[in-house]
């Protein structure tokens, strides 16, 4: 088992996996499998890299430092890896399908995955390690986060392991999480409404209030007392307590009636 410290130079939130062997049980559990394009988003100094070249992927290192970059390149450039030296936030992501198996930074996570979990993307699975409060967070069904909400539209989250802060070098403050999204074979809605969905969602979170209040205009009091009795909420809850299921299902009815 080899173990990797921190370089000198290294953003804020970076805590790199310190087991080779820790990075090889990720990517395995991840399904990777030979020839699949995989994404490395913070691939800092290799280690899931490393793993993810010995699985026989199709690797894209993508590392915002360019002397992690400049590592990265040196160490790979026999095994086919392409290195790109960029903000993941402004690299575009393939054209084609593809897989992220990443340790990302702490500070940008939940940007970078909002990112990568767009519905109209072409990612099939993210394996991402994360903190343990983003991972619980957004894999929760209750209380739902509007995130999440939008996200399982088109992707299931899981969490599949924990690591504990000795995991990493140097040591975070909280412990970590391997978060899950696989994009649904069957989506709870068409991509083509994920604008109008994230705008719904937004206004029904911005409005601060129970369902019923918030979709006043869009689904009558009586319509939507009929949608809790069949989609199995009250109608007095509160946004966060419906899951992905009943919102897209609830979304689609208010569709409906705009349209007539």
Same mark, same amino acid.
């Given at each position: ?8 130079? &290294? ?15 990720? *990517?395995?559990?991840?399904? *990777? ?5 995989? +994404? ?6 290799? +280690? ?16 915002? /430092? ?8 040196? @160490?790979? /450039? ?5 290195? +790109?030296?960029? /903000? ?10 593809? %897989? ?27 394996? *991402? ?9 957004? =894999?929760?069904?209750?209380? &739902? ?12 989250? %899981?969490?599949?392991?924990?690591? =504990? @802060? ?6 975070? =403050? *909280? ?5 899950? #999204? ?15 969905? !994230? ?11 129970? +369902?019923? !209040?918030?979709? @006043? ?8 007392? @009929? ?6 909420? /009250?109608?007095? &809850?509160?946004? !966060? ?12 009815? #208010? ?6």
């Amino acid at each position: 088992m080899s173990v990797r410290q921190r370089p000198a130079r &290294a953003a804020p939130g970076q805590h790199f996996l310190r087991s080779s062997r820790l990075a090889a049980e990720l *990517v395995r559990d991840a399904g *990777v499998a030979p020839g699949e394009l995989v +994404v490395d988003v913070g691939a800092g100094t290799g +280690v899931i890299t490393r793993a993810l070249v010995d699985a026989g992927a199709r690797v894209h290192a993508v590392e915002a /430092d360019p002397a992690l970059a400049v590592l990265l390149r040196r @160490r790979f /450039d026999e095994r086919g890896v392409t290195v +790109v030296e960029a /903000d993941a936030l402004r690299h575009p992501w393939p054209d084609e399908p593809f %897989t992220i198996v990443a340790n990302l930074p702490f500070a940008g996570s939940r940007a970078i995955l909002a990112a990568a979990l767009h519905p109209a993307g072409q990612l099939r699975q993210a394996d *991402v390690i994360v903190q343990w409060e983003l991972a619980q967070k957004e =894999s929760a069904v209750w209380p &739902a986060t509007l995130r999440s909400t939008f996200w399982r539209a088109w992707f299931d989250l %899981t969490i599949v392991a924990r690591l =504990s @802060r000795s995991a990493f070098g140097p040591a975070p =403050s *909280v412990d970590a999480g391997v978060l899950r #999204a696989t994009r649904r074979a069957v989506p709870l809605l068409p991509v083509d409404d994920h604008r109008r969905y !994230r705008g719904f969602l937004e206004h029904a979170w911005g409005a601060r209030t129970t +369902v019923d !209040r918030a979709l @006043r205009g869009r689904v009558s009091r009586r319509e939507l007392r @009929r949608l809790a009795s069949v989609l199995g909420f /009250d109608d007095s &809850a509160r946004p !966060r307590d419906l899951d992905a299921r009943q919102w897209a299902q609830v979304f689609a009815f #208010a569709e409906l009636r705009r349209a007539k």
